[in-house]
């Protein structure tokens, strides 16, 4: 079982990037992707999370209007997309596995992390 | 959503136990019991070491135990090793399908 991350982007502010998580080893629709990032000396922040079955998603309310999250079953593949980068949205962008409701909620298998650098 | 607070350090001897406490609400910690917690060693992934709580998953050493009380969850490591010293982290689901993860602690082994 693994999640296999796209590689480091470097963006200017105001850009676009989209970032994604290949699962493999796992039924990948019947879990949730949740995506999480951790800027430089920082802590762990959660952004969101996307089921690729259902298509459902849902952010955190300061990431709400510029992150989007997609999955491709066909693929085993999920994307975060993140809009109007400024600096501080300099982290390393990890995915995560995440149990759905009933099953725990907790995420158990992770990427290894994709670093996002955004400057002009 | 604020982050979960989590001392910034805790230290202790090889052998000891240490605790680190996560606080948080009774929109969160106080209303689930869907609390996680993990380690992150520098430039990795962070790995799940408890989940609900109280559970740890396959392979998870049993010196790592976790407790919940009110708004405030518990990770203890007992029997401290110098392969422990690294940064703690908890999570609590949050409701409405949102998560929210607390500030950090870092573990040194003296």
């Known amino acids: 079982e693994q999640l296999v991350q796209s590689g480091a982007e470097a963006k200017q502010p105001g850009a676009s990037v989209k970032v994604s998580c290949k699962g493999s080893?796992?039924?990948?629709?019947?879990?949730?992707v949740n995506w999480v990032r951790q800027a430089p000396g920082r802590g762990l922040e959660w952004i969101g999370w996307?089921?690729?079955?259902?298509?459902?998603?849902g952010f955190a309310r300061k990431f709400q209007g510029r992150v989007s999250m997609t999955g491709d079953t066909a693929t085993n593949t999920a994307y975060m997309e993140m809009s109007s980068l400024r600096s501080e949205d300099t982290a390393v962008y990890f995915c995560?596995?995440?149990?759905?409701?009933?099953?725990?909620?907790?995420?158990?298998?992770w990427g290894r992390g994709t670093l996002v650098s955004v400057s002009s | 959503q604020s982050a979960l607070t989590q001392p910034a350090s805790v230290s202790g001897s090889p052998g000891q136990s240490v605790t680190i406490t996560c606080t948080g609400t009774s929109s969160d910690i106080g209303d689930y019991n869907l609390v996680s917690w993990f380690q992150q060693h520098p430039d990795m992934a962070p790995k799940l070491l408890i989940h609900e709580v109280t559970k740890r998953p396959s392979g998870i050493s049993p010196r790592f135990s976790g407790t919940k009380s009110g708004n405030t969850a518990s990770l203890t490591i007992s029997g401290l090793q110098a392969e422990d010293e690294s940064v703690y982290y908890c999570?609590?689901?949050?409701?409405?399908?949102?998560?929210?993860f607390g500030t950090g602690t870092k573990v040194t082994v003296l």
């Open positions: 999570c609590s689901y949050a409701g409405r399908s949102m998560y929210v």
């Open positions: 996307m089921n690729p079955n259902s298509g459902n998603s």
């Open positions: 995560a596995r995440g149990w759905p409701e009933g099953y725990g909620r907790f995420f158990d298998l």
């Open positions: 080893g796992y039924r990948f629709g019947i879990y949730d």
